[in-house]
């Protein structure tokens, strides 16, 4: 979600109005994903990375996301979106921290959309905690070094219980991943798009999804393999 920042230079006002009008995107892309019945939706709200902001502008997004936290999820959960973290949450403030427990420990019997937001987040960290992990089985015996594979690396991954993305949307002219889900993206469709996040609407989500639809999908294949192999990737 690129160009908070940017759009509030625009308007001469501080870089947090962005990220509020950031804040009312993300409502707007939620409502449109319920819309079009898409079943999965990652947000990248706070890189690892992001910690090294001037601290003003970390602590104006942890209020932020505690405000958002506070102000949704009720209407989230009327909704039957199940939302739920990934990242290294250790460093987010208390307050916050329990806000984030209590959505996740909120029952969803059939959600209509897994809502995840990536929090303190870094695609190599996932990658690194994932192999850690694994070497914590090894130690404990429960797992031999020759039964690591693709398949074990990861199901010890975030995301582990969605299938891998189709479409990954990058806002804000950039043409980069920058750490996000590494591991998980190998054969994500990625779309990139100068709009900046705050003036992201739905007419674009459906602009990505019909530039998405027109995509063959190779995993790669030759043409014709290619359904088999789609189906085997999930
Ligand atoms: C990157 O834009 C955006 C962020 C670091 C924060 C994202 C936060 C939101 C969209 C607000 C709330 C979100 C949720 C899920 C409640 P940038 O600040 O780097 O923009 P720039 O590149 O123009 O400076």
Redesign the pocket.
């Known amino acids: 979600?690129?160009?908070?920042?940017?759009?509030?230079?625009q308007r001469q006002r501080p870089?947090t109005l962005?990220?509020?009008a950031?804040?009312r995107?993300?409502r707007t892309i939620v409502e449109h994903c319920l819309e079009r019945g898409i079943p999965a939706l990652t947000?990248?709200?706070?890189?690892s990375e992001?910690w090294n902001?001037p601290e003003d502008?970390v602590g104006a997004?942890m209020r932020?996301?505690l405000r958002?936290?506070e102000s949704?999820v009720e209407e989230l959960t009327r909704r039957q979106v199940h939302l739920r973290f990934i990242g290294e949450r250790a460093r987010f403030p208390e307050a916050l921290r329990r806000r984030m427990a209590a959505a996740e420990a909120i029952h969803h019997n059939a959600p209509r959309l897994v809502l995840t937001?990536a929090?303190g987040y870094g695609g190599r960290a996932d990658i690194a905690a994932a192999a850690r992990r694994l070497a914590e089985r090894v130690q404990a015996g429960t797992l031999c070094p020759e039964q690591i594979d693709e398949s074990t690396l990861g199901q010890a991954m975030s995301l582990a219980d969605l299938p891998p993305p189709d479409l990954f949307i990058r806002t804000?002219g950039?043409r980069r991943i920058s750490n996000f889900l590494l591991w998980q993206l190998a054969y994500t469709e990625l779309w990139f798009t100068d709009v900046?996040?705050?003036d992201v609407d739905a007419a674009l989500l459906d602009a990505a999804l019909a530039d998405y639809a027109r995509r063959e999908r190779r995993f790669g294949l030759l043409p014709g393999q290619c359904e088999t192999a789609a189906v085997e990737s999930r």
């Open positions: 979600m690129d160009g908070n920042g940017r759009w509030a230079k870089r962005g990220h509020r950031g804040a995107a993300v947000l990248f709200a706070f890189s992001n902001r502008e997004l932020l996301f958002v936290l949704e937001l929090a804000g950039e900046l996040w705050p």
